[in-house]
């Protein structure tokens, strides 16, 4: 039976329930329209310092455009401006500078040198990424979250982007139903209020050809409405034969003051991503093992084509109240789609047909139609309030999100070829580009829609001078939905996500931290008496000190967790099979199944002198299977995909003297080994590390010339290997990228 909704079951708004929103509306703004409190505690000045000084128009105090550091003392990740070091989490932000110098041109560029973060290929267009053993599912963009979308994503430019910030763990306050891993907010450039421009080239290996241009300032003599318009062409191949892609970014954004303390934000953006893509990658040998294949193999061919468009609008209204108290509205509309048919050739292996491992079969699918709408709105109001003689701070807010997916339609086994001998490969003669789809299958998706629903408060409590209490909660509504199949949908009622963490002054530059908090993922299934299963739940432990000093230039952290997952669906063996009307076959279920992950993690980013930046982070990452429905998965990693032990590091340091003009850096990307297992067969990627350079050299205050080499000791190695699927995945050889950025 499902629970009754506390809210009006027949409002089908597009995003939130009048009777909910109404509701938190009325108590926020009676909060924020309240006078001023009063400054009459004995550390209230200082209390108001620490928590107002961040409180910057526009939220502009986290911007690090211009910064020229690698780390940066405030974050939005968290439902607003917020010090990083008072976050009882681990929190890493990329910025703007540490883009530039890396040369990170896309999300997966960034979260490939991201502490803590891992990355999965699903195929070369679908990448997925992990923390702590589980998929980040929760991305935000300017703190608006965004369904990746599957095949119709394109991994967003960094063009766009004033810096990236990632909290790691559990964050149900944040977003409701997810995983316990990590939240990535991409936060976009806003407009100068002075003017400013750029324009940059780059060039680089196998052929990648980049232009940008950035320009931006006030837009009438008052300077009250700003703009500003980003636009990115780049076009490259890749070190496999036949595999292109051209990518095309327009961001624009505006922002109006309308009074001294109102700000009306409006931005468009439009990414068009052309593509050869392909399922998949290398084939193993039937052992498992790696077959011989040079790394500029591409098993796909030079007409595939995987193309298609991202959008989104944004629109935001910020009112900052006399009080210090402020309300914001942001909404989002995001559409993703293909740019004409999707086009790919498929291999199979038929183990039993061929012994020789190197004999595979061939066809083409055609696909088409597939898109995603997804619309999002939230409403946060957030300030200070006096309590028993001490100033606190507290943030509530509703959200409402709604995903409509079109799945694709199309046909396959087009055109088979059988016996192929992947050796005398060639992708761009071996294989005709067919036409005639005689003999084809045809296949329909099926589409779908989810909708969740949000209410969610949360107080910062100055308990003493040096002892902060962060404590919230956030109740969800999740609804499933399959058109064609009501019995395929399903719906969670009032799911609550809480949340607590103290942090504790040491000194003036080190904090101790701990927190508690919650995450969960809903499942369909039912147990013998008809009852929906419980989602599975997140339980995230936290701890850790924190140092900030230099001014807030450099920031550390060592960080310890323990993430409990737990209430994953299993048989329960006491009921019959088959448990009709439910299941044709097979048992009920229950919830049982748990892992665990636990570890530690030692970051460091910002400047250690003013002429030297370092972001640095360890992570020691130990997962398990604690429960699980199948016996032989307990007491094994939940992703053998994961390494124990994963090092980021980059630096750079600005010469002395005569050759101040000069800046030279270098890092490493390291991990441990790892493997995959299916059945019996088994792939194993050792421990590596890759060397990246970079040398940079000012012609002037506003020109500079940079060289950046990745992988500079050519190590040969796989970023995913698989034994027993089309996905093993060369890690990208030497490569070279000279950059010429101008700025006016």
């Given at each position: 039976m499902t629970p009754h909704?506390?809210?009006?079951?027949?409002?089908?708004?597009?995003?939130?329930?009048?009777?909910?929103?109404?509701?938190?509306?009325?108590?926020?703004?009676?909060?924020?329209?309240?006078?001023?409190?009063?400054?009459?505690?004995?550390?209230?000045?200082?209390?108001?310092?620490t928590l107002d000084a961040l409180r910057v128009k526009g939220q502009r105090g986290a911007n690090t455009e211009g910064s020229g550091t690698y780390g940066a003392q405030a974050t939005t990740v968290f439902k607003g401006l917020q010090s990083v070091r008072q976050t009882p989490q681990p929190v890493t932000v990329i910025s703007r500078q540490m883009l530039d110098d890396r040369v990170l041109l896309d999300m997966h560029d960034v979260l490939q040198n991201t502490p803590g973060v891992t990355v999965d290929y699903v195929d070369s267009e679908r990448v997925n990424y992990f923390s702590r053993g589980f998929q980040i599912d929760n991305l935000q963009i300017d703190g608006m979250l965004i369904d990746q979308g599957g095949s119709l994503f394109i991994q967003p430019d960094t063009s766009v982007l004033d810096r990236v910030e990632v909290l790691r763990g559990a964050a149900g306050l944040l977003r409701g139903a997810g995983n316990p891993s990590a939240t990535v907010n991409l936060v976009r450039k806003r407009p100068t209020d002075t003017f400013r421009g750029s324009a940059g080239l780059s060039l680089g290996s196998w052929d990648r050809r980049r232009i940008e241009g950035d320009i931006g300032g006030p837009l009438n003599k008052a300077g009250t409405l700003r703009g500003r318009i980003v636009a990115t062409y780049d076009e490259r191949d890749f070190f496999q034969h036949a595999k292109q892609e051209e990518r095309h970014t327009v961001y624009g954004v505006l922002e109006a003051d309308l009074t001294d303390n109102t700000l009306l934000t409006f931005s468009l953006q439009q990414s068009d991503l052309y593509a050869t893509g392909a399922w998949g990658n290398l084939p193993p040998d039937r052992d498992g093992s790696q077959l011989d294949f040079a790394r500029s193999t591409y098993f796909g061919a030079d007409w595939n084509r995987w193309n298609r468009y991202n959008q989104q609008v944004f629109i935001g209204l910020e009112h900052r109240f006399d009080n210090a108290w402020s309300l914001r509205l942001n909404a989002a509309h995001n559409r993703f789609g293909y740019i004409g048919d999707f086009?790919?050739?498929?291999?199979?292996?038929?183990?039993?047909?061929?012994?020789?491992?190197?004999?595979?079969?061939?066809?083409?699918?055609v696909y088409s139609n597939g898109g995603s709408h997804q619309n999002v709105i939230n409403l946060t109001g957030d300030g200070?309030?006096?309590?028993?003689?001490?100033?606190?701070?507290l943030t509530v807010g509703v959200e409402g999100r709604n995903v409509a997916t079109n799945n694709t339609s199309g046909y396959f086994n087009i055109a088979p070829m059988t016996g192929v001998d992947l050796r005398q490969w060639d992708p761009y003669t071996s294989y005709p580009e067919p036409l005639d789809l005689t003999g084809a299958t045809y296949y329909a998706g099926i589409d779908n829609s989810v909708r969740q629903e949000a209410?969610?408060?949360?107080?910062?409590?100055?308990?003493?001078?040096?002892?902060?209490?962060?404590?919230?909660?956030?109740?969800?509504?999740y609804d499933y939905t399959v058109p064609t199949n009501p019995g395929s949908s399903y719906s969670i009622d009032h799911e609550v996500t809480p949340y607590a963490g103290l942090v504790y002054d040491i000194s003036k530059h080190l904090s101790v931290y701990t927190s508690y908090s919650e995450i969960f993922t809903p499942q369909a299934g039912?147990?013998?008496?008809?009852?929906?299963?419980?989602?599975?739940?997140?339980?995230?432990?936290?701890a850790g000190v924190k140092g900030e000093f230099f001014g807030g230039r450099l920031n550390g952290a060592l960080s310890l967790f323990r993430i409990n997952n737990v209430g994953r669906a299993m048989d329960d063996a006491d009921t019959p099979n088959p448990c009709?009307?439910?299941?044709?076959?097979?048992?009920?279920?229950?919830?049982?199944?748990?892992?665990?992950?636990?570890?530690?993690?030692?970051?460091?980013?910002?400047?250690?002198?003013?002429?030297?930046?370092?972001?640095?982070?360890?992570?020691?990452?130990?997962t398990e299977y604690l429960r699980d429905p199948s016996a032989a998965n307990v007491g094994k990693p939940i992703r053998e995909l994961d390494p124990r032990h994963l090092l980021r590091v980059f630096s750079s340091y600005r010469l002395p003297g005569v050759l101040r003009d000069v800046r030279l850096g270098g890092g490493v990307q390291a991990q441990s080994e790892t493997r995959a297992t299916s059945g019996q067969l088994v792939a194993h990627q050792s421990g590596y590390a890759v060397w990246n350079l970079m040398a940079s050299y000012d012609l002037s205050d506003n020109v500079r010339l940079q060289l950046n080499a990745n992988n500079v000791f050519d190590k040969v190695y796989y970023s995913k290997v698989n034994p027993s699927g089309w996905s093993n995945y060369y890690g990208n050889p030497r490569n070279l990228m000279f950059s010429v950025q101008a700025r006016f």
């Open positions: 909704r506390p809210c009006l079951r027949g409002s089908r708004s597009p995003v939130l329930r009048p009777r909910l929103l109404c509701s938190v509306l009325s108590v926020t703004l009676m909060v924020m329209s309240a006078p001023a409190v009063a400054q009459s505690s004995p550390n209230a000045d200082e209390e108001a310092t086009k790919q050739t498929s291999f199979s292996f038929p183990r039993v047909r061929y012994a020789d491992p190197y004999l595979a079969d061939v066809s083409t699918a200070p309030f006096e309590l028993f003689g001490r100033r606190h701070h209410v969610f408060a949360l107080a910062r409590l100055s308990l003493a001078d040096p002892l902060t209490a962060m404590v919230g909660a956030r109740a969800n509504w039912y147990t013998a008496d008809g009852g929906q299963l419980a989602p599975i739940t997140g339980e995230d432990y936290e009709l009307p439910y299941y044709p076959s097979g048992f009920c279920k229950m919830a049982g199944g748990k892992t665990r992950s636990e570890g530690w993690e030692l970051e460091l980013s910002g400047d250690l002198t003013p002429n030297w930046q370092v972001m640095a982070g360890y992570t020691n990452t130990k």
